[in-house]
């Protein structure tokens, strides 16, 4: 049995190897103490935490930082108002700065209307899922599979699918996060500039009759918006209409007007200006 004087030895014992790492640990932590601005705290709480981002850096608290060090202005956050910005700007002393407002834009105009099906797919109903199976049904191995992947992961519910089965982005919802660039396994969301309105809405691998019978909705390189678009603006690619948007400030509508397939569209806010698309062509497209 031990006796009292023991339990005194082992007691002090512990109580002098406690207070040593004690004194070690406050040593180490006033030695190696890094001052933060409390402003980062303070501007993380107006940030609306959905770390999305859009605004270049990995989440709001990054973004927070680079605020208050002056390399990132409030304007750079697409997700807050205008007034959270403002406040954040006063908070800091800074102006609210300007950024080029993006968003979502799909490049793929193939629905179920004009893009027919060469296999019925029956597996898990995702597009990855359904990419990784010969690339889907679809005849055009470019266009959508309308699975909505990137409706399911857009956090901001800016996507929906209409009723051809293609997703159409709601551009005042939209935050430029790029999730649904991420989430489409082929590669048909790009995140534009709002001010560059004319877009080709096709990514074919094919030329001429050859992907108007895959997609009665591709480009079939037919050169028509090259002639009449501004000189520059446009030009054929391997068989695909590719715009140069540095010529952005001579872009017009007149480019689309003549597009047989209605592949190269004009987008005002939410709505897309281009020919009626050739949903009769499907028949003897190749079923």
Known sequence: MLSASSFVVSGAILGGVGTFFATIIALARKKLYVWEDPRIDEVTGFLPGANCGACGMAGCRAFAESLVLGTAAPAGCTVASPDVRTDIAE?????????????????????????PQQAEYLGLGTCRAAAAVAGGGKACAWGCLGLADCRDVCDFDAIYMNEVDLPVVIPEKCTACGDCVEACPKDLFTLMPVEQKLLVQCKNLLEGEEATNACAAACNACGRCVADGAPGLIEIVNGLAVIDYTKNAVAAPDAITRCPTGAIVWVEGAQQLGPERRAPALEGAGR
Do not use: K, N, P, Q
């Open 91 to 115: 908070i800091l002393g800074v102006d609210v700065g300007s950024a080029t407002t993006r968003v979502a834009r799909l490049l793929c105009s193939g629905g179920c209307d004009v893009a």
